[in-house]
């Protein structure tokens, strides 16, 4: 495996030369034949979904494992909105001239190999390696067992157009070793590996974080809130916590806790109940909430809890100090979202609430790097350091001091 790296390394200095133009083209030759080869891809999927329903993977992991025909012109299309974004390297940040005539020019960089982890979700594969080529970044992938049929065949595509246009095919690989000490291993080879970036389970991103010798930016779990305020559209409300919840309850940006100011809860509550019981979600309701549906009561745990299912936590606040009270207290600093009509109160949620990603009216489903622009994401960071949020191009690249002399030497 150390080979393997070793020759990641040296395919990251290749590919950090490449002119836009060039990945470009790479990246839509990419997705052309990731199209030509959909049947091949859903047939290797199949093999993940036998093994996955054979040892009793929960439906929400099954649902991010499946490919079909739609999710696989998903990930094409995700590498064409990849290839018509701004090339980030060479690009000035800043630049300024000293009194000695020093011109010093702060530029954008690639950061060079990145060592991407992650369970179930195959489309990763093909985002992953495409958002890293076009920032000029190599790529080792980690991807779980229950999809390793489905991201060989999508890594032996990506690398034959790679090979195809004289390009290094290790710019784009997948570490062989499918367990745990796979893991260990890849996270501490900070001798060729510049970035960790883990998505996965919450107990897999707390051992990357405690074990890593390389840098790491967690996509840690998404524990994420929508807080009905009293003076909320409650009919917007509803809507709005349906789709937040149900519209797909397996990925980290669905919400998992309800919160509900006391002075609409009477009305508000047998609204949300009667709706989200259609969708056959499971309801569980702190003490007050309990007054006014029936529901399971809550425990302490489920505050703490991402279900990623359907299932969801009620909790009836008195007000919005309450309210982001609760979140600083449980949330993971992903998403969370106001549904109010009081301007200030909106302004002062977004000010106050300290998560990557912060709405008024609106569901937290969006922050999704390609609902932001981004075309794809390799994970959505709930780090502040370097990045935070869906992270895009930009995000995958650091920079360097360019300093321009004429002779200046220091006195």
Known sequence: MEEILKNVKEASRVIATLNGEVKRKVLREMANRIEKYKDEIIEANKKDLEYAKENNLSEALIDRLLLNEDRVKS?????????KLKDPVGKVIDGWKIDNGLSINK?????????????????????AAGLCFMSGNACILKGGKEAFHSNAVIIEILRYVLEKNKLPVD???MLPDYSRSGVEWLIKQDKYVDLIIPRGG???IKFVSENSKVPVIKHDKGLCHVYVHKDADLEKAVKIAINAKVQRP?????METLLVDREIAGEFLPKIKEEMEKNEVELRGCEIALEYIDIKPATEEDWHTEYLDKVLSIKVVDNLDDAIEHIEKYGSGHSDAIV????SVAEEFLNRVDSACVYVNASTRFTDGGVFGFGAEVG???NKLHARGPMGIDDLTTYKYKILGNGQIRE
Do not use: F, H, W
């Not at 990930?75 to 290839?83: G, T």
């Not at 397996?250 to 669905?254: K, L, P, Q």
């Not at 109010?340 to 301007?343: A, G, I, K, Q």
């Open 171 to 173: 710019a784009i690989s």
């Open 75 to 83: 990930m094409a299309n995700a590498l064409r909105d990849i290839a």
């Open 107 to 127: 530029v954008k960089i690639p950061i060079g190999v990145i060592g991407i982890i992650y369970e179930s979700r195959p489309n990763v594969t093909s985002d």
């Open 380 to 382: 959505i960071s709930t």
């Open 202 to 204: 919450e107990a897999l």
């Open 250 to 254: 397996g990925v980290c940006n669905a």
């Open 340 to 343: 109010t009509e009081n301007y």
